[in-house]
């Protein structure tokens, strides 16, 4: 079953949010308190702001738009967490796994990345993404938690260069890549360099798997570059073009390599095996 609505306030209508939805929508109370919990209600407020609405007794106004969108599927799947590799107060490491994305959709958060933090740290930590991790991959994810772990970390993970820092992915992707490729381009009118070693290639279905080295940090760095040469990434709807097949972004960073804004010592993850 899947509902996808729009309803606008009018007046009359229940101002209190579940009572709204009990009314206008047919599902239980308890169906539509989880849905909400979920992030599967939006609220569009008289500004035009569009957020989700979490909490039953919020208080709605006439001429607000709520939004509902309900997939039994994604409400009852299994439940997605990611691994917690190194908690340093400062900043934190993950092991982000497949088929979690980062925000959600319109249909819910439950099984986001950005969702399950809220739930790891109490009190909600704030989190700073580093433009050098590409957070739509999976695999292994750096946090930091203070202004201080920041800027250190953009020191480190400098857009121009990394000073002492180290991001290694590995990837599926369209066509049969090079064995050694060097790719030297700009992004956003900035230089940027990704080195790339190919593991396989595999005729059918054409596609490569792919070792890649970040030599500078620009946004998206990796998906932009391959798919400028014709690889795009698998399952890339943003750079390369919808696969149905693909079951997410076939892109997963696997080393991770930086010096701690906390001690100094340098730090080292991997889940190559």
């Known amino acids: 079953m899947e509902i996808d609505a729009v309803l606008e306030v009018e007046a009359g209508d229940p101002q209190i949010a579940i009572d709204f939805l009990v009314s206008n929508v047919n599902l239980s109370k308890t169906r539509l308190k989880d849905l909400m919990n979920k992030g599967g209600v939006w609220r569009v407020n008289l500004a035009g702001e569009r957020h989700r609405m979490r909490r039953a007794m919020t208080d709605i106004l006439v001429g607000e738009q709520i939004e509902i969108f309900y997939d039994e599927a994604i409400l009852t799947a299994k439940a997605i967490i990611p691994e917690l590799l190194h908690d340093a107060g400062q900043y934190s490491v993950w092991n982000k796994p497949a088929g979690m994305t980062l925000d959600g959709t319109d249909f ?56 002492a820092a180290m991001v290694h992915y590995r990837a ?33 279905p054409d596609r490569s798997v792919i070792d890649i080295w970040l030599e500078t940090g620009r946004p998206d760095q990796a998906r932009r570059h391959l798919a400028g ?11 390369g073009s919808p696969d149905e097949d693909a079951m997410g972004l076939r892109l997963r960073a696997v080393e991770l390599s930086f010096d701690c804004p906390v001690t100094g010592q340098n730090r080292y993850f991997s889940l190559v095996k």
């Open 108 to 163: 819910g958060d439950t099984n986001s990345f950005r969702r399950a933090l809220d739930f790891q740290f109490k009190p909600i930590r704030e989190c700073v993404w580093l433009n050098a991790i590409d957070y739509e991959s999976t695999g292994l994810v750096v946090l930091a938690h203070t202004r201080k772990a920041a800027l250190a970390f953009s020191e480190a993970f400098d857009p121009d260069g990394f000073q």
């Open 229 to 239: 040469q014709g690889y795009p990434v698998v399952g890339d709807e943003v750079y």
């Open 172 to 204: 599926d992707v369209g066509g049969e890549v090079p064995e050694q490729l060097s790719i030297v381009e700009l992004l956003d009118d900035q230089i940027a360099q990704t080195r790339i070693s190919r593991i396989r290639y595999d005729a059918r």
